[in-house]
Nanobody, 117 residues
Framework: QVQLVESGGGLVQAGGSLRLSCAAS????????MGWYRQAPGKQRELVAA???????NYADSVKGRFTISRDNAENTVYLQMSSLNPEDTAVYYC???????????WGQGTQVTVSA
């Protein structure tokens, strides 16, 4: 089992910044990809950003240039630096980890991000 614990959500005004953190523990051997998804009310969960153990990252088009994902392999932690936030970024943000395409997904409990206009 892999446990993922998120922190860093909260309420911020439009244009502001937040940093999310996600610490992985447990059977983390060979976990390759860690990332962030979000789910807004009434919408499907969507990928925000993901990063491989080697540092290769990809982003949703809606967050490119505003969000930065990073990873500390020694600490088994992934971060999401969010800047220029707007109300459309309001959602529950979930940390995700897996060993590769087609392997089991692990999820955190989610952290709420609310951006006020």
């Amino acid at each position: 089992q892999v446990q993922l614990v998120e922190s860093g959500g909260g309420l911020v005004q439009a244009g502001g910044s937040l940093r999310l953190s996600c610490a992985a523990s447990g059977n983390i051997f060979s976990i390759n990809v860690m990332g962030w998804y979000r789910q807004a009310p009434g919408k499907q969960r969507e990928l925000v950003a993901a990063i491989t153990r080697g540092g290769s990252a990809n982003y949703a088009d809606s967050v490119k240039g505003r969000f930065t994902i990073s990873r500390d392999n020694a600490e088994n932690t992934v971060y999401l630096q969010m800047s220029s936030l707007n109300p459309e970024d309001t959602a529950v943000y979930y940390c995700n980890a897996h060993r590769g395409t087609g392997t089991r997904d692990y999820w955190g409990q989610g952290t709420q991000v609310t951006v006020s206009a």
